[in-house]
């Protein structure tokens, strides 16, 4: 049975009064919402004394559909704390959503399904299917692993290096957005999202194989080191140490902790490592163990897989650096935490960008923030949390380098979903904001300390002129006197605002306890990456 739901229009609001509508068994945050939506209503109300001040800790205006039926009776005074209306609603045919209650703690079986996610999945499935074929080669149940060793060794690095390849990466995000958006199962859409979002499981796990097969190899030479000369010898044994500094400078407490030893070494040792290879694989196609002679170079190396392989490594290591440049940027610097720097030309939303300094040395990714391909300027957020940074705030540059190739974020498939919230705290809004800013679908939630003030007035602005505030929630914890219950929220924008899915971009605290709390409470969630 329906209820009629009586409501004073407060005295604080301005402008006309809302309607509001009550639905039974509906608390008076989700009949506003729902309110919200349908009349497109800017201004929220209460029939509670306390409710206005529990609205404005977040406001929402999902949209749930048309209703099946409306009648309504009152009057609008012209004052706004005097007028009141009267509206009865059906319920929505939209198949309302049960979220479950969160623990306070999660539980064991939460915690392993959120560590062994698809990162691992792949890295698993990649490693163990290697070595099941390394122990049958070893084993003579497999024959082919041995007249082409070099080729399986070369033909994991290829895919490692190719799933890290900005314009690979590109091509699958532009593949899968336009193919799969909006009418494929939510099931397939988020695995869409997972896969791609993991695709470092693939490259970590291609590479670890790769470099198992060149060590068995190089192990079967030295076996028969009589047979074979020196100069292959060496030059397999340098690709494998170079490639092995490569693996151990990537592994996640150094890349985390000293980013620049890790790029240095990833970097500079696998340009070693590929010049070495492409030596290895010519000589030791070039010698005939049978004979122990050298054959000259032909046109029969073109008909080797170990050739087109080490070609193809060359050709996409090499492709972004022809897109590097030196621009111009401006610089804003709006507080001590955080430089706002600004380039030409606008971006799609969901894209990352690389910059530096130098033309080679200390590259670092930032989301970018764009109001659509077609503005003037897109802008990244730095926040001063590290050397390079803080010289960005200390010492702001006239130019940088950067790669014009930029690659994606998991936030670029955002369009394949109907609805969708995202989450961000602090400096995680240079990340999460060009969803927002580009799509009306998508519900901001910013967490963090007198926003307005340490991120200045641009990135303010392009908030105010595009989100409006039926779809968007900033919660400053300086004014508010702390952090909000940020599970609570989610949960309750993600039922009235009819999500889908939640991107979340905060520090590994946060990231962990929302990701922990969208699990437990079934609700689709993708967080930021360290283990990438």
Not at 367 to 382: F, M, R, T
């Amino acid at each position: 049975m329906n209820t009629i739901l009586s409501i004073q229009t407060p005295r604080i609001l301005s402008g006309p009064p809302t309607i509001v509508i009550a639905l039974p068994g509906w608390s008076l945050r989700e009949s506003l919402g729902r309110a919200l939506s349908f009349y497109r209503a800017s201004s929220i109300i209460a029939a509670q004394p306390d409710a206005s001040d529990e609205l404005e800790k977040g406001t929402v205006g999902p949209n749930f559909g048309n209703p099946e039926f409306i009648s309504f009776s009152g009057s609008l005074s012209e004052k706004p704390d005097k007028a009141s209306l009267h509206v009865v609603i059906a319920p929505s045919p939209i198949k309302e959503r049960q979220i479950q209650r969160i623990k306070r703690k999660p539980s064991r079986w939460t915690q392993l399904q959120l560590w062994f996610n698809t990162y691992r999945k792949l890295f698993t499935f990649i490693v163990l299917l290697n070595i099941i074929g390394l122990i049958l080669v070893i084993m003579d149940a497999w024959n082919y692993p041995r007249r082409h060793m070099t080729a399986l060794a070369l033909g994991h690095l290829l895919i490692a290096v190719l799933v890290r390849n900005e314009l690979f990466g590109r091509f699958l995000y532009l593949l899968v957005n336009k193919s799969f958006a909006k009418w494929t199962p939510l099931w397939f859409r988020l695995g869409c999202t997972s896969t791609l979002q993991h695709l470092g499981g693939i490259h970590s796990g291609c590479a670890i194989s790769g470099f198992a097969w060149l060590i068995f190899r190089v192990t079967v030479i030295f076996g028969d080191r009589e047979s074979n000369p020196g100069a292959i010898l060496f030059t397999g044994t340098v690709t494998s140490l170079a490639l092995a500094i490569c693996i151990g400078t990537a592994l996640p407490w150094v890349r985390n902790t000293h980013h620049n030893v890790f790029e240095r070494h990833h970097r500079f040792l696998g340009w070693l490592g590929l010049v070495f290879t492409w030596i290895f694989t010519i000589l030791s196609n070039s010698y005939d163990v049978t004979t122990r002679t050298w054959n000259s170079i032909s046109v029969t190396i073109l008909h080797k897989q170990e050739f087109w392989f080490c070609l193809c490594m060359t050709v996409f290591i090499l492709t972004p650096w022809f897109t590097v440049r030196k621009v111009k940027v401006d610089v804003e610097v709006p507080s001590s935490k955080v430089a706002i720097i600004r380039f030409k030309g606008g971006m799609q939303q969901g894209l990352l960008a690389r910059i530096s300094r130098s033309s080679i040395m200390e590259y670092h990714a930032f989301g970018i923030v764009s109001e659509g391909p077609q503005a003037k300027h897109h802008y990244l957020i730095c926040g001063a949390q590290g050397d390079f940074t803080q010289e960005l705030v200390s010492n702001p540059p006239t130019h940088l380098w950067t790669r014009q190739l930029k690659f994606a974020g998991a936030s670029n498939t955002s369009t394949l979903y109907h609805r969708g919230i995202r989450v961000c705290t602090g400096t995680g809004i240079g990340a999460a904001l060009s969803t927002c800013l580009q799509s009306p679908d998508w519900y901001l939630i910013w967490i963090g300390s007198e926003q307005e003030k340490t991120f200045g007035p641009t990135i303010s602005g392009l908030i105010h002129r595009h989100i409006g505030s039926e779809r968007m929630t900033i919660w400053d914890s300086r004014k508010r006197g702390g952090r909000p219950d940020v599970m609570k929220m989610v949960r309750e924008v993600y039922v009235l605002w009819g999500a889908e899915v939640v991107f979340i971009t905060s520090n590994r605290q946060g990231n962990r306890e929302i990701m922990e709390g969208c699990k437990e409470a079934g609700i689709p969630a993708f967080g930021t990456l360290w283990d990438f």
